[in-house]
């Protein structure tokens, strides 16, 4: 599809611009990442995404899950603010074009534009384009679409949408990562919580030993098996990492 280049709301083109609007252009997309790593880093993804639709012009974003796309359910969508009904409707839409696609055309597709109109059965809010918008982009090994509705009128370039994929994938990915290490505060034991929560109040091997009622070398070994759980090097680290996640 061809399409003209129109900048989203807020972001000056940048042909015809001189040295200082070239640099303040600059400025503005500094800050906007800033603000997306600082929303993806507190696992805020819908934080995330407002900032993303608001910076590709958009007016309403759906973050989806291919792996889950089916025809019954929503368990697809990773974050919206798009309409129940709307969603519950694009649900059968991308299950029908999910399953006429092969994996070829699935790789090939990553990253590139694709506009496509919704059917004249479903209600788009006041103002919103019946066209909308989708980029696919992989974290892992799971592969995301990252679907906006455009104003009425309102068109985007494919490489403003590629950027906004890229950094769709990126919130993903810090935000996933964020998780996984939340997830591994679960996976020490109770014996392994009382010795980060001993150390932490400066007792010693030997001190912990005593209070347990363990061996010294056992205390050690729990230690290990807390700093390797945690990725850190030192007890120092190890207490940094407890205070910071709220275990002890």
């Known amino acids: 599809m061809d399409v003209e280049l129109l900048e989203p709301r807020g972001i000056q083109g940048l042909r015809g611009l001189n040295t200082a609007e070239l640099l303040e252009a600059d400025r503005m997309r500094e800050q906007m990442i800033a603000r997306l790593s600082a929303s993806a880093s507190l696992g805020n993804l819908r934080a995330a995404m407002r ?3 608001s ?3 958009a007016s309403h974003f ?10 019954q359910g929503l368990d697809f969508v990773v974050t919206a603010d798009w309409p129940f009904d709307l969603v519950r409707g694009l649900a059968i839409e991308l299950s029908s074009a999910c399953s006429r696609s092969t994996e070829l055309e699935k790789c090939l597709s990553l990253l590139q534009a694709k506009f496509v109109l919704l059917p004249d059965d479903l209600d788009v809010p006041e103002g ?5 918008c989708s980029v696919m982009f992989n974290v892992g090994r799971t592969r995301f679409a990252l679907v906006m509705l455009l104003p009425e009128g309102f068109i985007i370039s494919p490489d403003r949408l590629r950027e906004v994929g890229l950094l769709a994938a ?3 990915s810090l935000s996933t990562g964020r998780d996984q290490k939340a997830d591994r505060d679960f996976e020490l034991t109770e014996r ?3 010795c980060l929560f001993w150390i932490a109040e400066g007792k010693t091997s030997d001190e912990i030993a005593t209070i347990l009622g363990i061996s010294r070398n056992t205390i050690n070994n729990y230690i290990t ?3 390797r759980k945690t990725a850190t090097k030192t007890r120092s680290e190890a207490i940094a990492y407890a205070v910071r996640n709220n275990l002890v």
């Not at 759906?62 to 025809?71: F, G, K, M, N, S």
């Open 62 to 71: 759906l973050l989806a899950r291919y792996d889950l796309i089916q025809e």
């Open 192 to 194: 392994e919580l009382e």
């Open 225 to 227: 098996s807390v700093m």
């Open 170 to 172: 990126y919130c993903v």
């Open 128 to 132: 919103a384009s019946r066209q909308y």
């Open 51 to 53: 900032v993303l639709t």
């Open 55 to 57: 910076y590709a012009g």
